[in-house]
C-alpha cells in the first residue's frame, strides 16, 4: 500500500513535467455575470417501540433549511447563506428496579453568513494586484442545546449562545473561478482523440464553452433528469452553432464528459487583504448550581491574508495562502474579567493535478500558530492528501488521508484562517452544498494537547456489470 502511494504521489510530479503549456492564456477568463439562488429542505426522522425486555422507546427527528446566494459580476462578488438546523431525540427505558429513565436532547442552531466583495476601480494596478476592493461580511450564530436524564445524571442542563463578526476589508487583487474551463477542454481533447472534432478551438471558443457550462450548472430545475437534458441540450447546441456537426458519437462523448467528469475546485488570480474583524459571544447556561452562569465574550482582529493561486497548464494548479493577524479577546463572567493577547501565524498551500476529466490528486500541507508568549505557544501541522483514480467504467480508488501534529494549548484560530472560508466563498454551484456545524468562533484556552493524529479512508469500487 505504501508502495502504491508514493507512485502516485510521484506521478503528480513527474507528469506535470512532461505535460506542456497550454496555448490558452487562463489569466484572460472571466468567470461570467451570473446571480443563483435556492433554497433546500431535508428532514429524517425514526424511532421504534419495545414493549419486551427493557422495554425500550426511542425517538428522533433532524431537519435543517438552507437558503444560499451567489452573485458575480464585474462590481462584485457576493456569496449568501443561511442555515436552519434542529436535532432532537427520546429515549426511554427501564432499569433493573422497573424505575422509568427518560433522557434526550434537542439542538437548535439558526446562522447567517455572507461574504460581500465589491470592486471600485477595473484599471487599478497595486504592485501587479489589478482590482481594488471593499468587503462588508457579517456571520451571524444563534445556538440552543438541552440535554436531559431523569431520575439519573443532572437533570436538565441548557446552553443559549448568540454570536456575531462583522469581518471588515480592503484590498487588491480578484480570483476567477476557472473549474470549467478544464471541464470543456478535456472534452475538446476528448473529441480530438476519438477524431470527432476536425477543428482547431481558439481561446475565445473555450472560454464562451466554459461560460456556457457554468451557467447551465447552476441552472435551477427542480427535476434532475429535466435539468440534464437540459444541460446536453445548451451544450450540444452551442457546437452546433460554431458550424461544429454533432452526431451520436459526439454527443455520447459530451454526455460522459459532463455527467462523469471529476475536476477540482480551480481558481485564477491572486489577492493582497487588509482587514478587521471585531466579534460578540454571548453564552448562558442553566442547569444545576456547579455550572449556572454566563459569560460574555468579545474580541477584535487585525488581519492580512495574500493569497495566489494560478493554474499551471490543463492539467496542475497551485494554491498559496498566507495569513496573520492579532487578536485581543476580553472574557467576562459572573466571577471574573480578563484579556488575552494572540498573534496568529498561517501558511497552506494546495498542488493539485487533473491528468484528465476523471482522476484528481491534491495534497494540501497547512501550518498553524497562535501564542500570546513564547510560553504559550500553540501550533498545528497537516498535510491532508486526496486522490480519487479513475482506473476504467469499472473501477475506481479513492483514498483520503489527514495526519495531524499538534502542540500547545486547545485554541480556535480564527475563521479567516481556515480552508473552508475560500472553499465555502467560491462554490458557486450550490446544489451540492451541505451543513455542518462547526465549532465557536472564540479563543478557549484548556489543557495541553500535543501528539500527533492520523485519520485516513480508502474505497475500492468495482462494478461487476
Known amino acids: 500500500m505504501k508502495k502504491t502511494l508514493l507512485i502516485l504521489i510521484a506521478s503528480i510530479f513527474t507528469n506535470s513535467i ?3 503549456q497550454s496555448n490558452y492564456n487562463y489569466k484572460e477568463y472571466q468567470y461570467p455575470d451570473l446571480k443563483v439562488r435556492g433554497m433546500n429542505f431535508s428532514g429524517s426522522s425514526k424511532g421504534n417501540l419495545q414493549s419486551s425486555g427493557l422495554n425500550q422507546n426511542q425517538f428522533s427527528f433532524s431537519p435543517s433549511l438552507n437558503y444560499f446566494e451567489f452573485d458575480n459580476s464585474q462590481k462584485k462578488q457576493k456569496t449568501d447563506n443561511f442555515y436552519l438546523l434542529m436535532e432532537g431525540n427520546n429515549f426511554k427505558t427501564k432499569n433493573e428496579n422497573n424505575e422509568e429513565v ?8 439558526l446562522r447567517k453568513e455572507q461574504v460581500n466583495r465589491k470592486y471600485i476601480n477595473d484599471k487599478s494596478n497595486f504592485f501587479d494586484y489589478k482590482r481594488k476592493f471593499y468587503e462588508i461580511n457579517h456571520i451571524i450564530t444563534t445556538e440552543y442545546n438541552s440535554n436531559f436524564q431523569f431520575p439519573l445524571g443532572l437533570g436538565r442542563i441548557e446552553y443559549f449562545q448568540i454570536s456575531g463578526s462583522l469581518p471588515l476589508a480592503f484590498g487588491f487583487g480578484r480570483m476567477e473561478p476557472t473549474r470549467e474551463i478544464y471541464t470543456a477542454q478535456f472534452l475538446i481533447d476528448d473529441l480530438k482523440e476519438e477524431d470527432l472534432l476536425q477543428q482547431e478551438i481558439s481561446q ?10 457554468a451557467k447551465v450548472s447552476n441552472q435551477r430545475i427542480f427535476d434532475f433528469r429535466r435539468a440534464t437534458k437540459y444541460q446536453l441540450k445548451e451544450i450540444s447546441n452551442w457546437f452546433i452553432n460554431q458550424n461544429i456537426p454533432i452526431g451520436i458519437d459526439a454527443f455520447t462523448t459530451i454526455t460522459d464528459n459532463w455527467l462523469s467528469a471529476t475536476t477540482l475546485q480551480r481558481l485564477e488570480g491572486k489577492r493582497l487583504t487588509f482587514g478587521l474583524v471585531p466579534e460578540i459571544q454571548f453564552l448562558n447556561v442553566i442547569g444545576n448550581n456547579l455550572i449556572d452562569g454566563q459569560s460574555l465574550n468579545y474580541n477584535f482582529e487585525a488581519f492580512t491574508k495574500l493569497e495566489n493561486f494560478r493554474n499551471i497548464n490543463q492539467y496542475f494548479n497551485r494554491e498559496f495562502t498566507l495569513f496573520g493577524s492579532f487578536r485581543k479577546a476580553f472574557f467576562q463572567d459572573d466571577i471574573s474579567t480578563s484579556t488575552s493577547d494572540f498573534l496568529n501565524f498561517g501558511v497552506q498551500t ?12 491534491s495534497i494540501s500541507p497547512l501550518a498553524t500558530a497562535m501564542f500570546s508568549s513564547i510560553e504559550d505557544l500553540s501550533y498545528e501541522v497537516s498535510v491532508p492528501l486526496r486522490f480519487n483514480y479513475f482506473i476504467n467504467y469499472n473501477t475506481r480508488l479513492v483514498f483520503n488521508a489527514v495526519p495531524i501534529y499538534r502542540s500547545g494549548f486547545s485554541v480556535t484560530l480564527s475563521p479567516l484562517l481556515r480552508p473552508s472560508f475560500l472553499n465555502q466563498e467560491f462554490n458557486s454551484n450550490f446544489l451540492t452544498n451541505s451543513f455542518t456545524r462547526e465549532n465557536n468562533l472564540v479563543v478557549q484556552n484548556g489543557l495541553i494537547q500535543q501528539g500527533l493524529s492520523f485519520n485516513w479512508n480508502f474505497s475500492f469500487v468495482y462494478n461487476f456489470f
Open 18 to 20: 512532461i505535460f506542456s
Open 102 to 109: 427518560n433522557q434526550g436532547r434537542f439542538y437548535f442552531n
Open 204 to 213: 475565445g471558443q473555450l472560454y464562451e464553452l466554459a461560460q456556457l457550462m
Open 350 to 361: 494546495t498542488f493539485g493535478y487533473n491528468p484528465n476529466s476523471r482522476t484528481t490528486y
